[in-house]
């Protein structure tokens, strides 16, 4: 039996605890969790890679904590932890600062100015507007509430935030972080609906959905199921079929759809059947609103009108899976493509977490749905495009370009 705690990862808040090796990071997550999830030891720099916890909290709803790396690691290897740890930062909701009382008393080994570790990662906390909390851990190790008070005061003057006092072994601990956490929750929690103003209650809405080699027997693929489940919640009237019985669907129904949504891959024979009064547009191009900026996105698309033979394409998926036979992002996208622009197009193909630091060598970005990342680690990837002047759109919004209905489809809002 499912519950909520079976809630895909990408739709939880992500709740990411970022500090210096052995200030009981990994402890805290433990309190938080209520489990033994991450490695406690003394010995400086247990945790290496990033490790998520999947959790039900009340309150907080279905979320994952991301217990890091210490961002003071040293050497080749640690060099490495620190990049995963900056990785975990592009997927944070929600960012705990952790400090233990010798960071707040300014006791470094290495002498560096003042917090400016903490400075430097608050300062890319600030520039994604990911909210942060400051903790400053092990409170049952200073006992004297003078001394806690200068230390706060101390943090509070160079970081800017007024940081909370906590024990990861004191019951009442975790309690304060959560309440604290609700407090700032991000404007992603309230992130646009999947289907937006598309579709209200009562509307008949019509899923075409072609079971092909990307869903085998048996399954349907993740932004269906997450489309159907909303659309269930709005109280929808809902059919499904594929694109081969979609004119026995569309004369079975006794008035045309209100909305129509279907594979992009099917847009252009979906859009040649549609009844007039039917609003039209796909699974992919819901995603591109709910977890990105879909008018960036959009705007992307356009770079496709000025693409020549010797472009070149960066395609990024979400998930990384064994090339198959008809990928869309790998045979479909670049084999339309190439037919408008020749075959010297260059693609290259990146998948799961490999996204370039650097950009600049494409002339377009076309990304997958997204639909295994978080809203704010979508966010972080178009605004890195951004940044550097690259345009980024992604596969539904590209194809609608491609076979020239973009204008005549809705787009989520």
Not at 62 to 85: H, L, M, Q, Y
Not at 291 to 320: F, N, Y
Request: a negative charge; aromatic letters at 4%.
């Amino acid at each position: 039996m499912s519950s909520l705690n079976d809630a895909p990862r990408a739709v939880r808040l992500h709740i990411g605890l970022f500090g210096r090796r052995n200030v009981g990071k990994s402890s805290l997550v433990n309190a938080l969790t209520g489990h033994d999830a991450a490695i406690v030891s003394p010995i400086a720099g247990t945790t290496t890679d990033p490790v998520s916890i999947p959790m039900e909290i009340h309150g907080l709803g279905p979320c994952v904590f991301i217990d890091t790396a210490g961002f003071d690691d040293e050497g080749a290897v640690g060099e490495k932890r620190v990049e995963k740890t900056a990785l975990a930062l592009e997927k944070t909701d929600v960012a705990l600062l952790v400090l233990a009382p010798e960071q707040a008393a300014g006791e470094t080994p290495d002498r560096e100015p003042y917090l400016e570790k903490e400075q430097q990662w608050l300062k890319a906390l600030r520039e994604k507007k990911t909210p942060v909390l400051v903790v400053l851990n092990k409170a049952d190790t200073v006992p004297d509430d003078a001394a806690r008070a200068r230390l706060a005061a101390a943090v509070a003057e160079v970081l800017g935030e007024e940081p909370l006092w906590v024990s990861a072994l004191a019951p009442e601990g975790p309690a304060l972080v959560r309440e604290r956490i609700m407090r700032v929750l991000p404007e992603q929690r309230n992130a646009p609906e999947i289907t937006g103003g598309l579709a209200a209650e009562g509307d008949l809405v019509l899923l075409v959905m072609p079971q092909d080699i990307q869903a085998p027997r048996g399954r349907l693929i993740l932004p269906q199921v997450q489309t159907l489940r909303e659309l269930l919640d709005k109280r929808c009237l809902i059919m499904s079929t594929g694109v081969d019985t979609l004119d026995a669907a569309l004369a079975a129904l006794a008035r045309p759809p209100r909305l129509i949504i279907t594979d992009s891959q099917a847009f252009a024979a979906v859009h040649a059947k549609k009844p007039a009064a039917s609003r039209l547009t796909s699974f992919s191009v819901l995603m591109a609103g709910y977890k990105g900026d879909i008018g960036v996105l959009v705007q992307g698309a356009k770079a496709l009108a000025t693409l020549g033979p010797h472009s070149r394409i960066l395609i990024a998926e979400a998930c990384a899976h064994a090339p198959l036979a008809e990928d869309i992002g790998r045979e479909k996208i670049p084999a339309m493509l190439r037919k408008r622009h020749g075959s010297s197009l260059q693609v290259a193909i990146r998948s799961g977490t490999d996204f370039p630091a650097d950009l600049t060598g494409y002339d377009l970005i076309i990304h997958c749905g997204g639909c295994m990342f978080n809203r704010a680690y979508m966010l972080s990837r178009i605004e890195r495009a951004r940044e550097q002047g690259v345009p980024i759109t992604n596969y539904g919004v590209a194809i609608a370009e491609l076979t020239g209905i973009l204008d005549a489809i809705d787009l989520p809002c």
